[in-house]
């Protein structure tokens, strides 16, 4: 076992964590406030060769392994969770042309993307299927060499900005999973119309909205795999992508516990720098250790993943642990803020707000649970 990272994961590392400090951390709260894109900090990160960092070198793509992944998003996110989360999302919206797409496709639509600063979107959840993949409902009805789309999507991380989608829907709502297909498509295409943008409580610098498709004509040509495949493509997307959810959430705890020393070496009470107490001494070390266990359960996840291992179980031990360690990580650093820590004055009170999150998207932790349990008994 060899716990060290390469020479070169070192300068991937320094180059996200000076990118994090000088680009993000300093505008984090500014967004935040705003609710604004952060399109030109996003730019920046992809010319830096921080987004899109899974495409393949033969399409012009940098094709980080899925630790090196890891190692750039904690970094980041460490900055603002979420910045981080629109600068992955074109990762998890180009894997499903990774896992699924032809030799045409990959050149047509990765080599684009590894061209020229493109964004783009994961759109699998819906209003009524969320957790319930398999109880979508946005339509595709087979029309000659053409598919066309009706239906809606939601809470697509930067929906309104992106200039491609990835789509998933369903040629028989009474399928469910067997009738999932997979499409690619350009997000300016007649029929597409962006919905509302999500007032969210964090991650509020991250563009979140609906996405409408009324009677949109997709070439057979844009499918994703065979009739059927959308839902393996889509789980095997999801299965590849959620250890970088748990190098998120790992950012946002690492965060949370610098702040909290740092605060706790400066702040007296009773004379003393809080530091002092043991009461806080052992929150910190209980966000230290947790920390430490999580990053490494997210490391073992993403390796078995880069070694062709099945890592089911894992990625849920990972996005599960890791999550849950941010918000515990997050909400004790505001108590050891204690009243500054309930003001916006001080980074913690989004850093919770922001890790709540964590716990919900890409599978809820309680699929995570279900998904674990489930690996357990068949084992």
Excluded at 116 to 129: I, K, Q, Y
Excluded at 156 to 165: C, F, H, P, R
Excluded at 265 to 277: H, L, M, N, Q, T
Aim: hydrophobic letters at 40%; a negative charge; one cysteine or more.
């Amino acid at each position: 076992m060899h716990f060290g990272f390469s020479d070169e994961t070192l300068v991937l590392q320094e180059t996200a964590r000076r990118f994090a400090q000088e680009e993000i951390a300093p505008r984090a709260a500014e967004y935040d406030q705003s609710g604004e894109f952060p399109r030109e900090v996003i730019q920046k990160a992809w010319e830096l060769g921080l987004s899109s960092v899974m495409i393949p070198e033969e399409y012009g793509g940098a094709e980080l392994d899925l630790v090196n992944s890891c190692v750039v998003t904690e970094e980041l996110a460490w900055g603002c969770s979420g910045m981080t989360t629109s600068i992955m999302c074109n990762d998890l919206g180009l894997m499903p042309i990774i896992v699924g797409g032809s030799k045409d496709q990959k050149k047509e639509w990765l080599s684009a993307c590894a061209e020229e600063f493109r964004m783009v979107s994961f759109c699998l959840s819906e209003p009524e299927a969320g957790s319930d993949v398999a109880g979508m409902q946005l339509l595709a009805e087979k029309d000659g060499d053409s598919y066309v789309l009706n239906g809606t999507k939601c809470w697509i991380t930067n929906g309104g900005v992106s200039d491609v989608y990835t789509v998933f829907a369903t040629l028989d709502r009474s399928s469910r999973h067997k009738g999932i297909c997979a499409f690619v498509m350009n997000a300016d295409m007649p029929g597409v119309s962006v919905g509302k943008k999500e007032d969210k409580m964090g991650q509020r610098a991250s563009d979140t909205r609906v996405i409408h498709f009324d009677n949109v004509r997709v070439p057979a040509s844009q499918r994703l795999g065979q009739e059927g495949e959308g839902f393996k493509i889509a789980m095997k997307t999801l299965d590849t992508t959620r250890p970088s959810i748990g190098a998120l959430a790992v950012g946002i705890a690492r965060r949370a516990l610098d702040e909290s020393v740092a605060y706790a070496k400066e702040r007296k009470a009773f004379g003393f720098p809080i530091a002092g107490f043991q009461a806080v001494q052992f929150m910190l070390a209980d966000m230290a250790k947790d920390i430490e266990a999580a990053r490494l359960l997210t490391l073992q996840s993403a390796w078995m993943i880069d070694q062709g291992l099945r890592a089911s179980k894992h990625s849920s031990f990972a996005k599960c642990f890791a999550t849950d360690t941010a918000m515990r990580v997050a909400t004790d650093a505001v108590q050891v803020f204690g009243g500054n820590g309930y003001t916006k004055e001080y980074p913690v009170e989004k850093l919770m707000r922001d890790a709540k999150l964590m716990q919900i998207y890409e599978g809820t932790n309680q699929i995570q649970r279900l998904v674990i349990s489930r690996e357990l008994l068949k084992e």
